[in-house]
């Protein structure tokens, strides 16, 4: 027997269950090596659509497809063993109607083996939520600065300022968890909402530019490694700066090569030596 098979994926009934206790532990991971390596670090992996910007170079994420998903979703799912491994609907695979969005649900499910799905939306995607969780998916919720809605918000702005914009994200945060959604990130959000809405919802909250009273925190990985720089959101806290080591490996090799120090003869074939 090898030792994998005693490794227990989390589910996302243990991620619903930290309400009450272990702070929730996620990042995002898009591909098998990254995954394999965060994997023993967190309790959750999201396939996010921030893949779009972080891997793909694109502006915002509405041009993800689904079939980019769940490639990616089917990559993370090669690496990670211990994670819940969730994977984002992107944009226009499931506002339309319930059943859209259940058909492209399954899709993802049935194709990468994630443990869910993420959609971001409020009181408007409620029956969205209630309907995939009804049916076998589980669903996590995000609200609070929604990328996918950029164009509506007329950027990617901070929620939650205006006291009426507060009340619409509390009242989206309560709609997403009445619907049974698993877990709700809250994205981009002032501090006082956030809070009031961790004390407000039975569901665990998940923040990202949030507050530290959240019952779990996540973070583009990329942005924690220093390997996306295009814009660095205030609320990221950098780790590393493997940017930096790429850049200085790519002109290490490339000096290298110029100068006919590599490839050595270490790094060739060579014809055995023949014996009689
Ligand atoms: O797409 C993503 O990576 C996300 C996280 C920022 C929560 O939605």
């Known amino acids: 027997m090898s030792a994998s098979v005693n490794i227990r994926r989390t589910t996302t009934r243990d991620i619903r269950s930290r309400k009450q206790g272990e702070v929730i532990v996620a990042l995002t991971a898009y591909t098998t ?27 915002t994420t509405l041009g993800v497809t689904l079939d980019m998903m769940i490639a990616h979703g089917a990559a993370v799912m090669r690496g990670a063993r211990r994670a819940c491994v969730i994977v984002d609907m992107p944009f226009g ?22 443990s ?12 969205t939520v209630a309907f995939l969780s009804q049916r076998g998916i589980p669903v996590l919720g995000h609200v609070g600065l929604m990328p996918q809605s950029v164009n509506v918000a007329g950027g990617f702005r901070a929620a939650g300022i205006s006291e009426i914009e507060a009340a619409r994200v509390l009242a989206d945060a309560r709609a997403i968890a009445d619907a049974s959604a698993f877990a709700i990130v809250i994205e981009g959000t002032v501090e006082p909402v956030v809070r009031e809405i961790t004390e407000a919802v039975d569901v665990p909250t998940i923040g990202i530019g949030a507050s530290p009273t959240c019952n779990g925190q996540i973070l583009v990985t990329d ?28 002109a290490s090799y490339a000096a290298d090569v110029k100068a006919r120090r590599f490839p050595e003869a270490k790094h060739c074939f060579h014809r055995k030596a023949v014996t009689s």
């Open 33 to 59: 090596p990254i995954a394999k390596l965060l994997d023993p670090h967190c309790d959750l992996l999201l396939v996010g659509d921030s893949l779009g910007m972080v891997m793909y170079g694109m502006e």
């Open 93 to 114: 695979s499931y506002q339309e109607s319930p059943e859209q969005a259940f058909r492209n649900a399954a899709r993802i499910m049935a194709e990468t083996g994630a």
């Open 116 to 127: 869910g799905i993420k959609i971001e939306g409020g009181t408007e995607m409620a029956e």
């Open 223 to 250: 942005d924690l490694l220093g390997l996306f720089s295009d814009f660095t959101p205030r609320f990221v806290k950098r780790y590393a700066e493997l940017g930096d080591d790429i850049s200085k490996a790519a």
